[in-house]
Structure formats: C-alpha cells, structure tokens
C-alpha cells in the first residue's frame, strides 16, 4: 500500500512537472519569440497569425489594420517592400496580467536593414510596443498593438 501511495504522489509529481502551465509572462515571452522569429523570415502570414481574428494594428508610420486579413495585407507590402531585409530584435519585454486571461505586454526592439524608398540604408530604429494579449483556446493572441518610434519633445537635445 505504501508503494502504491508513492507511486501515485511520484507520477502526480512528474505529472505536474511535465505539464505545468506557462505563466502569462512566460507565454507571451515565447509567443514573442516566434513573432520575432516570422518577422525575420518575412511571413506576412505567419506573422498575421499572431493576432485574434478580430485584433488590430497600428504600425509606427500610422497604417491602421483591423482584423487578420489586414494585418497580412499591410505586413506583405512592408515586407515585400522597406522592411524586405530587416531583422527584428527585442531587448526587454514586460507584461503586466490584467485579469486571468488577459495582458498587456511592452516590448522594446530595434528594426535593423529598413531600406527608404529611393534604396538608401535607413538607420537602425530603436521602437517600442505596446500589445494587449488575450488567452483565447489556450494560446495567446493579440487583440491590439501599438509599436512607435520614440520622438524626442520638439526642441529638446536628441536622446
């Protein structure tokens, strides 16, 4: 009896270990990663899939797009275009829980190879984001997100 109750707490125990949940944080952080990873092999589509069908965008040049199909539709002319040989890094993420199955997550990264559209190298841009996530069937989607390129205020010394 005694063995057989070991064995059951021993099995719950790799059970528990082999099936922990993810925290919000750290699902996001992944969710993050592959993001990343899509945006760096320009897949519009993939990276589209990232957002709940009815989610949104607003890039930092002030395109607007709602819903999935949009959202492929802007990232394929940006990535088929400016941002065809650009690479994607975060270097700070924070995600504050909202309610049990919602977040909000601030990303810092740079954009690194945008081309102008005359073909001139543009500089790295360093960006920032602001995402609200949303738990839907198990994966985390995002509902909105907002990246921008910080501004210094008009007639301050550039940071």
Known sequence: MK???LGVVALNVIAA??????????????RTAEFVAAWNRHDPKAMAAFWASDGDL???F??????REEIT???TGEHSGVMKATTFTTSAITVRTLAPNVALADWDFTVAGIAAPDG???PTQKMHAAAVWEKKGGTWLVLANRPMLPAPLPGAAPR
């Not at 922990?20 to 992944?30: H, L, V």
């Not at 002030?62 to 819903?67: D, T």
């Open 3 to 5: 063995k057989a109750f």
């Open 120 to 122: 001139s190298a543009v």
């Open 62 to 67: 002030g395109r607007w797009a709602k819903g």
């Open 58 to 60: 607003m890039n930092p």
């Open 17 to 30: 270990g082999v099936f922990a949940a993810d925290t919000p944080t750290q699902a996001i952080e992944k």
């Open 73 to 75: 539709k802007l990232l």
